[in-house]
Nanobody, 121 residues
């Protein structure tokens, strides 16, 4: 089994910054990719950013230039640095990881419990 522990959410004023962290632990043979999703009230969950084990990152258009995703392979931790935050960034943010739990195993996806980010004055 793989466990994900998220941290870093909270209340911030528009224009402010926050950094989210998600640490993976458990039976991990290899990490393939780590992602952040978010879900605002009444809306579908959306992909915010992805980083692969090779260091390739992608972002939703709505956060490009404001958010930065990074991964520490040794710590098995993914970060989401969020800057110039807007009220529309308010959502529950979920960590998502794709791993192999043993050599030759299929890739499996795990989700974090979510952390609330509220952008409001």
């Amino acid at each position: 089994q793989v466990q994900l522990v998220e941290s870093g959410g909270g209340l911030v004023q528009p224009g402010g910054s926050l950094r989210l962290s998600c640490a993976a632990s458990g039976s991990i043979f290899s990490l393939n990719a780590m992602r952040w999703y978010r879900q605002a009230p009444g809306k579908q969950r959306e992909l915010v950013a992805t980083v692969t084990s090779g260091g390739i990152s992608n972002y939703a258009d709505s956060v490009k230039g404001r958010f930065t995703i990074s991964m520490d392979n040794i710590k098995r931790t993914v970060y989401l640095q969020m800057s110039s935050l807007k009220p529309e960034d308010t959502a529950v943010y979920y960590c998502n990881v794709v791993v192999q739990t043993w050599s030759g195993a299929p890739m499996t996806t795990y989700w974090g419990q979510g952390t609330q980010v509220t952008v409001s004055s």
